[in-house]
């Protein structure tokens, strides 16, 4: 019973790693920065953020649960 369990939670990472290679490789957000006029430092902000593919987040649930 746990080598079932074991062995699929292993399979379910090496699913989630490549998901997750493939998600990032296309470079899903972006950071900008900008001058505080007043105190002279760089503010950093996110300007474009993708939304995680349901994929992922299936993955990451079964996972948990398993």
């Known amino acids: 019973m746990w080598t079932n369990k074991i062995s699929r939670a292993k399979q379910l990472k090496k699913e989630l790693q490549k998901e997750l290679e493939s998600f990032f490789i296309a470079h899903p957000y972006r ?5 505080d006029p007043q105190s002279k430092r760089l503010i950093y902000f996110v300007t ?6 349901e994929e ?3 993955i990451t649930a079964t996972l948990f649960k398993t």
């Open 31 to 35: 950071i900008d920065t900008k001058l």
């Open 48 to 53: 474009k953020a993708d939304q995680v593919p």
């Open 56 to 58: 992922i987040s299936q």
